[in-house]
C-alpha cells in the first residue's frame, strides 16, 4: 500500500521561507500572501554543475471573486519569479515540455536542505533539493506574451 503523503501546511511554511529563504519577503509583500503558484508557467530552467542554477516562473494573482465582462477572473500583479538555486544535492524532474504549466510549487526543508517541489498541471514535475535558494523578481509578463 502506497504511504500518503502529509497534508501540506501552507501557513507553517509560509513562516519558514520568510525566516530561511533570502528575497522570499519581496515575493510575499508583492502578492500580499504566500502563493501556491498554481496555473504559473515555468519559462525557464537553467541547471548548472557549479555555480548558480536558475528557475524562473511566471505568474499572477486571480482574484477568484471578480469576474469580467468576458466571463474571465480579475488577474493583477504579473511577475517572473526568479529562484537561485545553489549546491543542487539531487533531482529529479520529468515531462519538460513547450509549455510547463504548475499545479502547486513548493518551497520547504528536507534535511537541512531546501526541496522545490514542482507538481504539474501540464509538462514538468519533480523536486529539486539544494543548499540554498533565493528569491528575486520582475514586475510584467514575460516577452511574447
Given at each position: 500500500?502506497?504511504?500518503?503523503?502529509?497534508?501540506?501546511?501552507?501557513?507553517?511554511?509560509?513562516?519558514?521561507?520568510?525566516?530561511?529563504?533570502?528575497?522570499?519577503t519581496?515575493?510575499?509583500?508583492?502578492?500580499?500572501?504566500?502563493?501556491?503558484f498554481?496555473?504559473?508557467?515555468?519559462i525557464?530552467?537553467?541547471?548548472?554543475?557549479?555555480?548558480?542554477?536558475?528557475?524562473n516562473?511566471?505568474?499572477?494573482?486571480t482574484?477568484?471573486?471578480?469576474?469580467?465582462?468576458?466571463?474571465?477572473?480579475?488577474?493583477?500583479?504579473?511577475v517572473?519569479?526568479?529562484?537561485?538555486?545553489?549546491?543542487?544535492?539531487?533531482?529529479?524532474?520529468?515531462?519538460?515540455?513547450?509549455?510547463?504549466?504548475?499545479?502547486?510549487?513548493?518551497?520547504?526543508?528536507?534535511?537541512?536542505?531546501?526541496?522545490?517541489?514542482?507538481?504539474?498541471?501540464?509538462?514538468?514535475?519533480?523536486?529539486?533539493?539544494?543548499?540554498?535558494?533565493?528569491?528575486?523578481?520582475?514586475?510584467?509578463?514575460?516577452?511574447?506574451?
Amino acid at each position: 500500500m502506497d504511504e500518503e503523503k502529509p497534508k501540506f501546511d501552507w501557513k507553517k511554511n509560509a513562516k519558514w521561507a520568510l525566516e530561511k529563504v533570502p528575497g522570499a519577503t519581496v515575493l510575499f509583500e508583492w502578492f500580499g500572501y504566500w502563493p501556491s503558484f498554481h496555473d504559473a508557467e515555468i519559462i525557464s530552467l537553467e541547471l548548472n554543475r557549479k555555480g548558480i542554477s536558475n528557475l524562473n516562473v511566471y505568474f499572477w494573482n486571480t482574484d477568484w471573486s471578480k469576474v469580467l465582462p468576458n466571463k474571465h477572473f480579475f488577474q493583477d500583479k504579473y511577475v517572473i519569479v526568479h529562484f537561485a538555486i545553489e549546491n543542487i544535492n539531487d533531482l529529479e524532474l520529468y515531462d519538460f515540455s513547450h509549455q510547463n504549466v504548475v499545479s502547486c510549487l513548493t518551497l520547504a526543508p528536507k534535511d537541512n536542505l531546501i526541496e522545490i517541489e514542482i507538481s504539474p498541471c501540464y509538462g514538468i514535475s519533480g523536486y529539486i533539493l539544494a543548499e540554498k535558494v533565493s528569491v528575486s523578481l520582475t514586475p510584467g509578463m514575460p516577452e511574447g506574451t
